[in-house]
């Protein structure tokens, strides 16, 4: 039996294809808001018309470098009220993977098909997601999008519990 001894920390986005930044080391407050406050803001301002991002929402995980009061403060100056996550003005239920398209959908695919044919080093392990990404279409995107909605009812249904064994 192997173990997986390559891991990469990435960040992931779709619009309207799936981009990715790669972060070396351990995540802290500092490193994730030079990241928000560099690559992410390049990503986020440059292409994308106001018209488009004054209607979208900024999501995240409960990942303690996410949830920093600097952090928030940032993400409260830049997004206003359109964030989601803890202690955010809309607020994501921590133990809500089912409703959240990278956790049912993208970080499954991404290392199902990885992991077919283990990487050989960390670099190769970056190629692979950076490649894998490429691969995954805008129509498989929009499926997964849409599905939020159906799980989302389910959820309701199911009393805010899991939902992921009755799909």
């Known amino acids: 039996m192997t173990s997986n001894t390559h891991a990469a920390h ?14 070396n ?13 560099t690559q992410f803001r390049d990503y986020w301002e440059d292409p994308l018309p106001l018209s488009i991002t ?3 929402y900024f999501q995240q995980d409960g990942a303690p470098p996410h949830n920093s ?19 955010g003005p809309a607020i994501w239920p921590p133990g809500s993977p089912d ?9 499954g695919t991404i290392k199902d098909i ?10 190769d392990l970056k190629s692979k997601v950076t490649q894998t990404c490429a691969l995954i279409s805008q129509a498989k995107l929009e499926e997964a999008i ?12 199911a009393q805010g519990s899991h939902i992921e064994h009755s799909l």
Do not use: A
């Open 69 to 87: 009061r600097i952090v928030r403060n940032y993400l409260n100056d830049m997004f206003k009220n359109r964030w989601i996550g803890t202690y």
């Open 114 to 123: 990885i992991y077919d044919t283990p990487p050989r080093d960390v670099n």
């Open 146 to 157: 849409k599905n939020v909605i159906n799980r989302t009812e389910i959820c309701i249904h």
């Open 25 to 37: 080391g351990i995540l802290n407050e500092e490193r994730y808001l030079e990241f928000l406050n």
């Open 99 to 107: 409703l959240s398209p990278l956790d049912f959908f993208l970080w």
């Open 54 to 56: 004054q209607d979208m």
């Open 10 to 23: 990435v960040w992931c986005s779709e619009n309207p294809t799936i981009t990715n930044y790669f972060y």
